[in-house]
């Protein structure tokens, strides 16, 4: 056996250990707690996912023992080592998530701990990291290769773009901000005052005296947030933030810094150290009760946010096992496609790209005797139904065709008599906005503002007559190399919309299409939410779009926990300033980008307006 | 009350098992790299140690040669956690001075066991 082989068995063993042992630790400590607490109608489940747990992780020593390796003579490649890895994990693996999903849906959050809960959902975080990585396991070994180290990085999951109507029971069960405040301040009074005031408003305060007495406390109870005093005696309020933060179970917590001291520099480094928060002494109680459950609303939201995420995640899966099948009768479908005539009017030649929506073909239009792009729609929610497909017919010009130079031109679009969609649109030839992103670090400016202009100027356009896009990325802008020169072109005009079977909600169509179009890396914070938007929440596409083509990165990037992260940094967090990313970007750039990115839609500027700023610079 | 030590870097089982660890009346204070562990054990004086062996900053085996080596701390039983099922590693963890060996997955009574072992039966809370 060779070093690289051994080197890959250990790192095989150690990235299923981790999940695996999440599983089988908390299962085991949920029936502990069944038991003693009285919940034994959940021990069944619970001792189904720890046996399945053992199963899998008994399973993985028995696959990846080295001391089978070296029994035999002939090496066992990767892929079959992969492929039994797969074989042996998918049953224990899907009772995992049985039992899990079963318990989740059972459990009565009035009868067992927050905790029991989170340690559930702790559970199928494990199991989605194990599916992901068998997954992964077996694209790698089709491609020949050693597993890719990004498998487990969530952006290269299909992800669905959004998490906005699933967890609306869970929002509406918690209306009020009460939580669970620590008051630290070594003055008595100011203690006492706060602490009255917030327990007034409904909340259970604690107090702590001092640094040390407040880290202590918070071993013992999980606040949900903690109003820190800087100056204190024993261990000053920035050494108490830092020992929060360097601990995995207090770092989340917010801290709303209080002090004497009002100057620039204190609350600069209040907000370094990892305060959200900063009020001044003297202080009015109203103002700090407020700025506190402002935060524990931010909080909550957090929380609903990763429940939904959860949620959307689960079913995204059970939709992905359904639709697989669909899938492979498409790929199937569309190698056979080339050659053959659609509706006796476009002869397919062959495939000139493939996306979220289905394949594209470089076609010939019989009668014209005209080049054109077909698009063939793969089988999805909104064209698999015959409504879905009359609606298509119906509406699938009209949503989509824009009279713009720079929008594609829609030509045609109806069901095939096979049953297939497909949309007609004029033969573009170059490259898209991503192939250019992907040669090129960043833009230059004035490639940029060359680029974004006419896509605005479009968008105001379709804005205008009611359409929104609901998908602007580089993806969808086409560097379109006609014979006088370059056009910009935006493709996929209202597709989002026209593909969704239920009239009217949008986002459930974004949340179905979602899987197949991607991380909400460029949606407006106000799409994560089942509400009404409009053409601003392009707009804000549009900066996110601005600001990669600018600093060559977007300001909010999938690392870890997918679409719930991602949502988060749009609704709450700023982008790195773009200047400080890059300095040649001239300040007055900055800020329309800026604008663009509002998270308050009311604050963004329409299309229209954005493209006189556009013009202005 | 018996106090444990548990140098862990991983968070999820840092939680399990002093969660359940605290269930069961031990008190639990946590270090979460080698170097950390090292300083708790002189600091905090627990009446047992369990100690990762893959440990950020100084790893789990120089930890505790550390730990047996200083007067202060040298009585305070360890109990080496691996995750290895390799045979040496028992060795190892012992000739490291360590007093007891498991291995993680952590089976809890099997692990009780031992640190009843070493520290005395504790009342169940």
Not at chain 1, 214 to 228: E, I, Q, S, T
Not at chain 1, 497 to 524: N, R
Not at chain 2, 69 to 91: F, N, Q, W, Y
């Amino acid at each position: 056996m060779s070093d690289e082989q051994i080197t890959e068995l250990s790192r095989l063993r150690h990235e299923l250990r981790t999940p695996l042992n999440a599983i089988i630790g908390y299962s085991e400590m949920l029936i502990e707690e069944a038991e003693d607490e009285n919940l034994g109608d959940l021990t069944d489940d619970l001792k189904k996912i720890h046996g399945a747990g053992r199963n899998l992780l008994e399973a993985v020593n028995r696959i990846l023992d080295p001391s089978r390796f070296e029994s035999r003579h002939q090496d066992i490649g990767a892929a079959s080592v992969h492929e039994e890895i797969r074989r042996s994990l998918s049953a224990p693996l899907a009772e995992v998530f049985q039992c899990n999903e079963r318990l989740l849906r059972s459990v009565d959050a009035s009868r067992v701990r927050e905790n029991f809960i989170g340690d559930l959902e702790r559970i199928s975080v494990a199991g989605n990291k194990l599916l992901a990585f068998i997954n992964g396991l077996s694209q790698a070994s089709q491609s020949q290769t050693i597993i890719p180290q990004t498998i487990l990085r969530p952006e290269h999951r299909a992800e669905p773009t959004s998490i906005a109507t699933i967890g609306r029971a869970t929002v509406a069960m918690e209306a009020g901000e009460i939580g669970l405040i620590l008051v630290v301040d070594d003055n008595e009074m100011n203690r006492d005052i706060l602490s009255r005031y917030l327990k007034r408003q409904g909340h259970d305060v604690a107090a702590a005296a001092g640094g040390s007495e407040a880290l202590a406390l918070m071993k013992h109870r999980r606040f949900d947030l903690v109003l820190l005093d800087v100056m204190m005696d024993d261990m000053d309020g920035f050494e108490v933030i830092r020992r929060m933060k360097a601990d995995p179970l207090l770092a989340d917590i917010p801290v709303i810094f209080i002090s004497a001291l009002d100057d620039t520099e204190g609350k600069v480094r209040a907000f370094k150290a990892g305060g959200v928060d900063y009020v001044t002494k003297p202080f009015h109680a109203e103002e700090v009760v407020a700025r506190a459950e402002n935060q524990l609303k931010i909080s909550r939201l957090q929380r609903e946010l990763a429940r939904q995420n959860h949620e959307l995640m689960r079913k995204n899966d059970e939709l992905m096992a359904a639709r697989k099948r669909t899938e492979l009768v498409f790929s199937a479908l569309a190698e056979a496609l080339p050659g053959t005539m659609l509706d006796d009017k476009y002869h397919l030649e062959h495939k000139i790209g493939s996306g979220g929506f289905g394949a594209v073909y470089h076609a010939l239009h019989r009668g014209l005797n005209r080049p054109v792009a077909v698009k063939v729609f793969r089988p999805m929610r909104g064209n698999d139904s015959p409504e879905g497909l009359e609606r298509f017919q119906r509406e699938g010009i009209s949503a989509s065709r824009i009279n713009h130079p720079n929008a594609v031109a829609v030509l045609d679009c109806g069901i095939s008599t096979a049953g297939i969609a497909y949309l007609v649109m004029e033969l573009l030839e170059g490259k898209t906005l991503t192939d250019e992103l992907q040669e090129k670090e960043r833009l230059t400016i004035a490639r940029s503002i060359e680029i974004i202009t006419p896509v605005c100027d479009v968008l105001a356009e379709a804005h205008r007559i009611g359409i929104i896009h609901r998908d602007i990325k580089p993806d969808n802008v086409f560097l379109h190399q006609a014979r006088e020169g370059e056009i910009v072109k935006v493709v996929d005009f209202g597709l989002a919309k026209v593909l969704d079977a239920e009239k009217g909600s949008d986002l459930k169509a974004m949340t179905m299409a979602g899987k197949i179009l991607g991380t909400p890396v460029y949606t407006a914070p106000e799409r994560f939410f089942d509400k009404p938007y409009d053409g601003r929440a392009d707009v804000y596409s549009l900066g996110i779009m601005m600001y990669e083509m600018l600093t060559g990165r977007v300001p909010f990037q999938p690392i870890e926990g997918g679409i719930y992260a991602v949502a988060v940094m749009h609704l709450t967090k700023e982008p790195e300033p773009l200047r400080e990313l890059n300095r040649d970007i001239p300040e007055e750039v900055e800020a329309v980008v800026m604008k663009a990115l509002a998270k308050d839609a009311e604050k963004r500027p329409t299309a229209e307006e954005f493209l006189q700023m556009l013009k202005s610079l | 009350m018996a106090k444990i030590l548990l140098v862990e870097d991983n968070e999820m089982n840092r939680d399990m098992l002093s969660r359940r660890l605290e269930r069961r009346g031990y008190a639990v204070v946590m270090a979460t790299d080698g170097n950390q562990g090292v300083e708790m054990a002189a600091s905090q004086s627990p009446d047992l140690i369990l100690m990762d062996m893959s440990l950020p900053v100084i790893d789990g085996w120089e930890a505790t040669r550390r730990i047996k080596s200083d007067e202060r701390t040298k009585a305070i039983p360890v109990i080496a956690l691996t995750a290895h099922a390799m045979s040496g590693d028992r060795e190892k963890a012992l000739e490291a001075g360590c007093d007891d060996y498991d291995i993680k997955p952590i089976e809890l009574p099997r692990l009780l066991a031992k640190i009843e072992a070493l520290v005395g039966k504790e009342p169940q809370q």
